[in-house]
């Protein structure tokens, strides 16, 4: 009979790990604690909006492998759209010019040569100062000193949402490892990508129905509320797991052969792995969704500068404005933060200001870990000193920031680990 592998949690990170274990042959049990999947990256209709909307915006890129992979494996690699070339519009929301990042497309960056293609004023001696950023040193942050103009309008942007975190306080080996998979890559790792009608109808909807095709157990609403380890020394395994839900309790017991993916949040995996470092600092996003209708050749996607707005997207009905390391808005009041980002909006896809359309703010205080130096060394191994156990969730040591690339690929690594033939019957 196949392995059973019991994944816990299905957001992003458990949804890989029980894709990816599914393929390699076990017979999976997908247990969440909510009543849906998706974790933080999920879509849901919104009744004062009436349009559905994604529970914050996901940038991906072209080089995020794991992520496609991902999404070959579950029938939904056609869910995601972008321009043809790796182009990135901007906007200054102080003074009001817009332009386009063009990379070239290998991995010799011509395009700092091109005036038309590179960012406005400056000279291609003007980037040579960002190439620290490529070889970053355990424990410490990133120095945006005397970079000038391709700093402030080019590379802080686009880390700030690959990071969450404020670059000049961020890893700088996280930074190194961002950058040498997107930029080093050259422009054929560098694509945006958006899911074009959904995160759920991308990463979610269809990893589910792909499960429950090849016999996977679904359950949702069932909350992992203990963990129990027994056995002595190297023969300690994790031997039940106890569940609540809105029927009552219940306890799963493991077979010998039967091994676990824990892909909790954090704070969970703490309190069910004993002596369990994890992350505990966090940084918020805001995203402000406004009910509109625009042109349909209406841009996916722009960066802002120089506001309060950091990333602007557009879909049918909707535009999506996001705040990244948001913490500083928690205190705002959301009809003025509503009306600021719109304004900021407005310029920018060059509509009338006002009145403001229909919106509705969404905080997420916890969105992500703190991509810092301190918080890096918290990151967990997927293996544990268990044989039957492993660990996934973007909070794990993968090397990445809090992403879905992350998130995706620390499921599949965890996957991996327990179905190792070398680890089978150990």
């Not at 974790?39 to 996901?58: A, E, P, Q």
């Not at 293996?383 to 990445?400: E, H, M, Q, S, Y």
Request: proline fraction near 7%.
């Amino acid at each position: 009979m196949p392995r059973r592998v019991i994944v816990v949690g299905a957001g992003l990170a458990g949804l890989a790990a029980a894709v990816q274990a599914q393929r390699r042959g076990a017979r999976v049990v997908l247990q969440e604690a909510a009543s849906h999947a998706g974790g933080r990256c999920r879509s849901y209709f919104d009744d004062k909006l009436g349009v559905t909307v994604d529970n914050g915006n996901h940038l991906l890129f072209s080089g995020n492998h794991a992520a496609i992979a991902y999404l070959r494996a579950i029938g939904a690699a056609d869910t995601l759209i972008g321009p043809p070339e790796p182009d990135f519009p901007f906007f200054d929301a102080a003074s009001g010019a817009a332009w386009t990042i063009r990379m070239s497309a290998g991995r010799f960056p011509r395009w700092i040569f091109d005036a038309d293609a590179r960012v406005p004023d400056t000279q291609p001696a003007d980037y040579f100062p960002i190439l620290p950023l490529f070889f970053g040193k355990p424990g410490r942050t990133v120095d945006g000193r005397g970079k000038g103009r391709v700093w402030d309008l080019l590379a802080r942007p686009m880390l700030r949402a690959m990071l969450n975190t404020e670059p000049v306080d961020a890893s700088a080996t996280m930074v190194a490892n961002v950058v040498r998979e997107t930029l080093a890559m050259g422009g054929q790792a560098c694509r945006p990508l958006i899911a074009r009608h959904g995160l759920s109808n991308a990463f979610v909807g269809p990893a589910l129905r792909h499960l429950q095709y090849g016999g996977a157990e679904i359950r949702l609403g069932s909350r992992i509320v203990g963990m129990v380890i027994s056995g002595t020394d190297s023969h300690e395994r994790v031997s039940s797991l106890a569940f609540e839900h809105a029927a009552g309790s219940h306890d799963v017991q493991l077979a010998p052969d039967d091994a676990v993916i824990l892909a909790v949040p954090p704070d969970t995996a703490r309190e069910l792995v004993p002596g369990l470092a994890a992350p505990d600092a966090y940084r918020a996003i805001a995203t402000v969704h406004f009910a509109i209708d625009l042109p349909d050749d209406t841009t996916a996607m722009m960066c802002i500068v120089n506001g309060t707005s950091d990333w602007l997207f557009t879909a049918k009905g909707r535009v999506s404005v996001t705040m990244m390391d948001a913490g500083r808005l928690l205190a705002t009041p959301r009809e003025a933060l509503a009306h600021t980002v719109w304004q900021e909006a407005a310029k920018a896809l060059r509509v009338p200001a006002v009145p403001v359309p229909p919106w509705q703010v969404v905080m997420e205080q916890r969105a992500t870990f703190a991509a810092v130096p301190s918080q890096e060394g918290l990151r967990a191994a997927t293996k544990t000193r268990w044989n039957n156990l492993t660990l996934a969730g973007d909070w794990t040591a993968t090397g990445l920031p809090a992403t879905i690339e992350g998130a995706i690929r620390s499921g599949q690594k965890a996957a991996d680990a327990l179905m190792n033939p070398s680890m089978e019957g150990r």
